[in-house]
């Protein structure tokens, strides 16, 4: 096979690299360390997240995209560069073919950056396909029949809800509420009640290790270190579950929003179809403990974690890379 094709869902916190025939080959965190003095890329993915909160003056590692677009071009094309050579190897006598999963409400200047950050990263030929059609195709939902499915999509920058039906989106929203802004919440939560500072990676470890969409029935504890806000000294204090689920519900309560006002705009009859069928959830964020039974209390209609649901818009995109043909309606734009 001459040309080699590559799957990418170009998440904000988390990005993952799909090949035809092997899968999932990577999935590292979307960060990039740069040298400032001479705007050298030091490192990318895991070791470039390690560094967060961690550098001098000389070094910065950041997140490239902000709610699930492009905040900082030429970074982002160092990182899908990296990718595409960490996935194929740094010598190829081909281009790779490579096809990157958007958000559904991205503008045509933000796609356009999108398209040519992977050209310019050394791509033959760069296919756009939108996120809730790719976790929808990647959590087994058949989109090319004549029946409305809801897909719930909700990464680290940004929630995706849509209504598929015959291949394509009936009714979408995308909300720049995800894993992200959980965090910053509980940041701002523990700094509010406990007057103590801590870093994202603490309030990340928070929500995976206690956190929950409804209050547990047997609360749960994990010691915090941070700095005390008051006395500027290092401080350690213990912090109960129930407080993470209190931190979050504001922006929980924006994606039930969003999943409200998709399904006022959703055609009865496929209305009908996902009272039937419930919602299908995708993505990082998804596996909040209770996120399912919260949403399904709220909206009314059964609500299901897809298998895998981190991975579905990486097993999606890479399959409709796959068949390019079948997809060919849900796949956006081509360069």
């Known amino acids: 096979m001459l040309s080699k094709k590559l799957a990418i869902d170009l998440g904000t916190t988390y990005s993952l690299v799909y090949l035809p025939g092997r899968g999932i080959v990577i999935n ?5 360390a740069i040298s400032l003095s001479d705007k050298k890329v030091m490192a990318v993915g895991l070791e470039a997240k390690e560094m967060i909160g ?3 003056d000389t070094i910065v590692a950041s997140r490239p995209l902000k709610d699930g677009v492009i905040a900082d071009y030429r970074t982002t094309q160092a990182m899908i560069k990296y990718f595409i050579n960490k996935a194929l190897g740094g010598i190829r006598f081909f281009r790779p073919e490579v096809m990157i999963a958007v958000p559904a409400g991205i503008t045509s200047t933000e796609r356009r950056a999108v398209i040519e950050a992977t050209l310019q990263a050394g791509a033959k030929a760069a296919y756009i396909i939108k996120e809730p059609v790719a976790a929808a195709i990647g959590a087994n939902i058949p989109i090319g029949s004549a029946s409305g499915h809801m897909i719930v999509d909700i990464g680290g920058g940004t929630t995706e809800v849509a209504v598929i039906s015959l291949g394509g989106m009936v009714a979408n929203a995308s909300v720049r509420i995800g894993g992200t802004k959980l965090d910053a919440a509980i940041q701002e939560f523990i700094r509010k009640k406990y007057s103590l500072s801590i870093g994202e990676r603490t309030a990340e470890e928070l929500k995976i290790s206690i956190g929950s969409a409804l209050p547990l029935e047997e ?18 204090i213990t912090v109960e579950s129930d407080d993470v689920t209190e931190a979050i519900q504001d922006e929980l309560g924006g994606i039930i929003q969003a999943i409200k006002s998709v399904l006022q705009e959703t055609p009865p009859e496929l209305s009908a179809d996902i009272m039937d069928k419930g919602m299908v959830l995708s993505g990082g964020t998804a596996l909040l403990r209770n996120l399912d039974k919260l949403l399904a209390r709220a909206i009314g209609i059964p609500a299901y974690v897809a298998d895998e649901a981190q991975l579905c818009v990486a097993k999606g995109t890479g399959i409709a890379l796959e068949n390019l043909e079948s997809y060919k309606k849900s796949i956006l734009a081509t360069k």
């Open 28 to 32: 590292e965190p979307s960060v990039v």
């Open 54 to 56: 961690r550098t001098p």
């Open 219 to 236: 609360a749960q504890y994990m010691d915090v270190r941070g700095r005390d806000s008051i006395q500027g000294l290092p401080k350690t």
